[in-house]
T-cell receptor, first 113, second 114 residues
Framework: SAVISQKPSRDICQRGTSLTIQCQVD?????MFWYRQQPGQSLTLIAT?????????ESGFVIDKFPISRPNLTFSTLTVSNMSPEDSSIYLC??????????FGQGTRLTVV | EDQVTQSPEALRLQEGESSSLNCSYT??????LFWYRQDPGKGPEFLFT???AGEEKEKERLKATLTKKESFLHITAPKPEDSATYLC???????????????FGKGTKLTVNP
């Protein structure tokens, strides 16, 4: 298992600004992911955070909007850039090892006004 | 396209009233089905993994079962503390990064009244 600390837990931001979300894991992990959970919708994978290299984005998500860093095997950040009200959502950090279940942080509830 | 559908969207039970949640899936090559519990303001918490049809897993008042097309989460004699959203996910396909991909359903919001 893993203990995942995600911060901030919530924020209210002005449109046009950016927010960086941090994810710290208590052990080295193979795979780190960022998900979005919009109201009434399923968790949607944004990207895989790759250690020491550029993140790999799923269809519909781009680096300019959601830049991701992963400087080591225990830490990653997700930035939501140039925010609009449509970006209001819960953002979740997740980790996995090969053939294991996924573990999640507590999420960041973002409201853009 | 891989799909996961959960039903019902919401379920209200009285304490002690047993019921089941459904997760039906359409995937090419299922490599695992996962159940999670999510409380308000928190991330999903892992409950069970099922890999093959006929498999069953139990934990306290919860029992998960798997067939070739769907999974059920049976809740026996639920208590108010079982109130949460229950998410189902299937491991199928790969991410753009080449790792195993999880596809989630929208969840079933369970409320257990005392």
């Amino acid at each position: 298992s893993a203990v995942i600390s995600q911060k901030p837990s919530r924020d209210i931001c002005q449109r046009g600004t950016s927010l960086t979300i941090q994810c710290q894991v208590d052990s080295q992990v193979t795979m780190m992911f960022w998900y979005r959970q919009q109201p009434g919708q399923s968790l949607t994978l944004i990207a895989t955070a790759n250690q020491g290299s550029e993140a790999t984005y799923e269809s519909g998500f781009v680096i300019d909007k959601f830049p991701i860093s992963r400087p080591n095997l225990t830490f990653s950040t997700l930035t939501v850039s140039n925010m609009s009200p449509e970006d209001s959502s819960i953002y979740l950090c997740s980790v996995r090892w090969v053939n294991t279940e996924a573990f999640f942080g507590q999420g960041t509830r973002l409201t853009v006004v | 396209e891989d799909q996961v559908t959960q039903s019902p969207e919401a379920l209200r039970l009285q304490e002690g009233e047993s019921s089941s949640l459904n997760c039906s899936y359409t995937v090419s090559g299922l490599r695992g089905l996962f159940w999670y519990r999510q409380d308000p303001g928190k991330g999903p918490e892992f409950l069970f993994t099922l890999y093959s049809a006929g498999e069953e897993k139990e934990k306290e008042r919860l029992k998960a079962t798997l067939t070739k097309k769907e999974s059920f989460l049976h809740i026996t004699a639920p208590k108010p503390e079982d109130s949460a959203t229950y998410l189902c996910a299937v491991q199928a396909g790969v991410t753009q990064g080449g790792s195993e991909k999880l596809v989630f359903g929208k969840g079933t919001k369970l409320t257990v009244n005392p």
